[in-house]
């Protein structure tokens, strides 16, 4: 089976999951006011772009916010690994992080979407080009985690194709990824201390308020 395939029934698998686990919430979070309120004001067309740390659960709260409200998902990732027909890791491991950065930035800035969320990958924010895009047609959302949280949620990095040059570390990027996060912000997130459910009240209220 090609790649391609493979990639598309992982993630039609897991969005079952997760939509599952969204229907079981949607009281809890208020679901239904807030797509009201959206689709309500229909000439808004906007994206809402995920960005943060791997890790910070870019992909589960893209989901679920795109069924609720009604919205197309896209996961920048995917859409990479599809378009190059190569997983992130081997994509690393042919062109170098330099490469791969640069096919991460064409493939983002590429992105025509309206009425989306776009679960981006953690180092979408290199490229110029593409946070360029994302902020000329969406709302920036920032998922913003502490080192130390993060640190005890990831595993083996370069396994999660995780871009690290030569000898960088996980707090080298944290820290040099953290100003980039902030400079394209419309909405910083903090989930310290919060579950998926906190993040995701959070979230929607903050959209609530910037719509």
């Known amino acids: 089976m090609h790649l391609q395939a493979l990639l598309f029934l992982f993630l039609m698998k897991c969005h079952d999951i997760i939509i599952a686990f969204a229907h079981n919430q949607r009281r809890l979070f208020g679901f239904d006011a807030l797509r009201g309120i959206i689709i309500e004001e229909g000439a808004d067309m906007r994206n809402i772009i995920l960005t943060g740390m791997p890790g910070v659960g870019k992909s589960t709260i ?20 599809q378009q190059e027909q190569k997983l992130l890791k081997d994509i690393i491991a042919e062109k170098g ?3 791969f950065l640069a096919v991460e930035n064409r493939v983002n800035a590429s992105i025509r979407a309206e009425r989306s969320v776009i679960a981006t990958g953690g180092s979408a924010v290199y490229g110029r080009e593409a946070m360029d895009n994302f902020k000329n047609t969406g709302i920036v959302v920032y998922l913003k985690c502490s080192y130390d949280a993060l640190a005890k949620r990831l595993g083996d990095l370069k396994g999660r194709g995780v871009v690290l040059k030569d000898g960088q570390t996980l707090r080298d990027i944290y820290e040099e990824r953290s ?9 910083v997130v903090v989930e310290d201390g919060r579950d998926i459910e906190g993040t995701l009240a959070l979230v929607l209220e903050a959209l609530k308020e910037k719509r």
Request: proline share 0%.
């Open 97 to 99: 992080v330099e490469g």
């Open 179 to 187: 100003v980039l996060y902030e400079k394209y912000a419309d909405i």
């Open 62 to 81: 893209g989901v679920i916010l795109a069924k609720e409200l009604g919205y197309q998902f896209v996961d920048s990732d995917l859409l990479i690994q």
